[in-house]
């Protein structure tokens, strides 16, 4: 006999689906092995911690599908990687979601996007969800104890060109002042807020306009 029945919510699994990539310098494209972490949005918890494999930089992971995700990668003498995003739908092993990741050598010049450093609406107030990536930078300075940086402040082309640039200052003075109460010592760290005027998208579209509300990151000194 064949007998069916619907399963409780709570008992049902958790789809789930891959992601597959390459870690590499971003600038020899040399494979490297390197750490990185999975972390919900949502929760702040991480779902994944895993190395890429050192002779070849791949990893191949299995996520619970359509949820947002941060992801970062490290490895001593990089600067770190940062993004988010929603696996949405379900991809098989012989077709996973596909990330390759480029990380950049810790030198002076060398900038660094904070995907992950959020604030209110028109505020310079960080979300709780920026502390991850905030202690991330956090650690990095540690890490490496002569390094000294600039935070600076990125917007879109809406509003006037002055309010965006003190909007800009004030959203990289928070950061600033978030790694100074951490115990960074203030001589490692500036901030500066360029409003418009360092476009890296179109600001003819709300894709580009996002990418170019943004906080960075550039070395000074090694």
Aim: net charge positive.
């Amino acid at each position: 006999d064949i007998y069916k029945f619907e399963l409780p919510e709570k008992a049902k699994p958790v789809p789930s689906s891959y992601m597959k990539g390459n870690v590499f310098d971003a600038e020899t494209k040399k494979p490297l092995k390197a750490s990185f972490e999975l972390i919900s949005m949502k929760s702040g918890r991480t779902i994944m911690n895993s190395y890429s494999r050192e002779e070849t930089g791949s990893f191949l992971v299995s996520i619970p599908a359509n949820k947002n995700y941060v992801l970062n990668v490290s490895k001593e003498g990089y600067l770190f990687y940062s993004d988010n995003f929603k696996l949405e739908g379900r991809h098989k092993a012989s077709k996973p979601y596909l990330k390759d990741i480029p990380l950049k050598p810790i030198k002076e010049g060398e900038t660094m996007i904070l995907r992950n450093v959020f604030y209110e609406t028109d505020s310079f107030r960080l979300q709780s969800e920026s502390i991850v990536e905030l202690n991330k930078v956090y650690q990095m300075l540690k890490e490496n104890s002569t390094l000294q940086i600039e935070i600076s402040g990125h917007t879109d082309n809406v509003g006037a060109k002055s309010y965006n640039k003190e909007l800009s200052m004030k959203r990289a003075r928070s950061v600033y002042d978030f790694l100074i109460e951490k115990g960074i010592e203030p001589e490692r760290l500036t901030y500066k807020g360029y409003g418009e005027e360092q476009p890296i998208a179109s600001n003819n579209n709300p894709e580009g306009k996002a990418k170019n509300r943004r906080t960075e990151i550039k070395v000074i000194k090694e």
